[in-house]
C-alpha cells in the first residue's frame, strides 16, 4: 500500500497569506490527524478527523481549520499567516479512530513564512 | 493536563553499547504510550505501544520499553545499538478513546563508532 501523502512538500509565504496543505492517507484509512512541529514547540497536536467529523481540536488559533472529505483526505488551512506558523505539518493515517491502531505519518510539509 | 517528560535532550552511544532513553509521563488515569522514530528529512515511525496488559513491550528493530506505573515511566531500552539508529526519538501519550498524542520534546541519539 502507498503511505501517506502529504502534499506540497515544501511551500514558502508571505505574512497575512493564507495556505492550504493537503494530505492522503493511507487507503482504507478513515482517520487523519494534524500536527506541527516547531524547534521550540516541538511537535503539538492540530486536528482529528473521522468519517469527515472533526474528534478532537488542539489549542491553535482559529486561523487555524481543517476538514475531511468523503474519500478520507483531509486539508489543513491556516489564514493571515504570521512568521511564527513556520513549521513542519505533519499528517498521521489509521483505521479507526481510538488511539489503538497505528498512525501512520507522513512526511509533512515544510512551510516557511518570511 | 496530560505532558511527556524526555529529560534527556541529545545523548551519546557507542556502536554495540546498550541504549535506554527515558519518558517521563503526566496523566491522571493509565494513558496509551508509544515511542516513536523520526530521521532527518522524515515523517515519523512508530517503534511500540503501550496500551495494556504485560508492562514490558517489544517493538520494531530490536527495541522494547517498560510501563512502570509506580513511576510514571516508559523507557525506551535497546540492548545493542546500531549506527543506523541514530535519530531523533519521541515518546507520546494519547488518551484512550482518541488519535490525539501529546509528545515529549525528543531525545536526539547520536551513535560513535
Known amino acids: 500500500k502507498a503511505g501517506v501523502t502529504q502534499t506540497p512538500r515544501y511551500l514558502i509565504k508571505t505574512r497575512g497569506q493564507q495556505v492550504t496543505l493537503s494530505c492522503s492517507p493511507i487507503?482504507?484509512?478513515?482517520?487523519v490527524s494534524w500536527y506541527q512541529q516547531t524547534p521550540g514547540q516541538g511537535l503539538q497536536f492540530l486536528f482529528e478527523?473521522?468519517?469527515?467529523?472533526?474528534?478532537n481540536k488542539g489549542n491553535f488559533p482559529g486561523r487555524f481549520s481543517g476538514r475531511q472529505f468523503s474519500n478520507s483526505r483531509s486539508e489543513m488551512n491556516v489564514s493571515t499567516l504570521e512568521l511564527g506558523d513556520s513549521a513542519l505539518y505533519l499528517c498521521?493515517?489509521?483505521?479507526?479512530?481510538?488511539?489503538?491502531?497505528?498512525?501512520?505519518f507522513g512526511p509533512g510539509t515544510r512551510l516557511t513564512v518570511l | 493536563a496530560q505532558s511527556v517528560t524526555q529529560p534527556d535532550i541529545h545523548i551519546t552511544v557507542s556502536e554495540g553499547a546498550s541504549l535506554e532513553l527515558r519518558c517521563n509521563y503526566s496523566?491522571?488515569?493509565?494513558?496509551?504510550l508509544f515511542w516513536y522514530v523520526q530521521s532527518p528529512g522524515q515523517g515519523l515511525q512508530l517503534l511500540l505501544k503501550?496500551?495494556?496488559?504485560?508492562?514490558l513491550v517489544q517493538g520494531i528493530k530490536g527495541f522494547e520499553a517498560e510501563f512502570k506505573r509506580s513511576q510514571s515511566s516508559f523507557n525506551l531500552r535497546k540492548p545493542s545499538v546500531h549506527w543506523s539508529d541514530a535519530a531523533e526519538y519521541f515518546c507520546?501519550?494519547?488518551?484512550?478513546?482518541?488519535?490525539?498524542?501529546?509528545f515529549g520534546k525528543g531525545t536526539m541519539l547520536l551513535v560513535s563508532p
Open positions: 478527523y473521522f468519517s469527515e467529523t472533526q474528534r
Open positions: 487507503s482504507g484509512h478513515r482517520s
Open positions: 496523566y491522571g488515569a493509565t494513558p496509551y
Open positions: 503501550y496500551f495494556s496488559g504485560d508492562t
Open positions: 498521521a493515517s489509521s483505521e479507526l479512530a481510538g488511539g489503538t491502531d497505528t498512525q501512520y
Open positions: 507520546a501519550v494519547g488518551p484512550p478513546g482518541y488519535s490525539t498524542l501529546t
